[in-house]
């Protein structure tokens, strides 16, 4: 049974930084890309990046240049760092993981809230 679990929200000014955690158990795909969602409320979830084992990343638009994830194949931890937060950025933050059956899996999120 795969889990994961996000940590590192919170509150921050306009500008600031944060960095997201989510730590893996269990046996994910090697094959599929861990991956960061957000949701604003009133909005449908969207995806914000997404990592390969092999470290091939990519971004969503409105965050490219400012959010950088990464990950620690040896810790089962992948990590979200945001700088020059915006307002916009507000919204529970996901995991996400696909096992090697190409079950869905996601964390429980965690709050990032921007103040202006």
């Known amino acids: 049974q795969v889990q994961l679990v996000e940590s590192g929200g919170g509150l921050v000014q306009t500008g600031g930084s944060l960095r997201l955690a989510c730590v893996v158990s269990?046996?994910?795909?090697?094959?599929?890309?861990m991956e960061w969602y957000r949701q604003a409320p009133g909005k449908e979830r969207e995806r914000v990046a997404f990592?390969?084992?092999?470290?091939?990343?990519n971004y969503a638009d409105s965050v490219k240049g400012r959010f950088t994830i990464s990950r620690d194949n040896a810790k089962n931890t992948v990590y979200l760092q945001m700088n020059s937060l915006k307002p916009e950025d507000t919204g529970v933050y996901y995991c996400?993981?696909?096992?090697?059956?190409?079950?869905?899996?996601w964390g429980q999120g965690t709050q990032v809230t921007i103040s202006s």
């Open positions: 990592i390969y084992s092999g470290g091939l990343a």
């Open positions: 996400h993981a696909y096992d090697n059956s190409w079950r869905s899996y």
């Open positions: 269990g046996s994910i795909s090697n094959i599929n890309p």
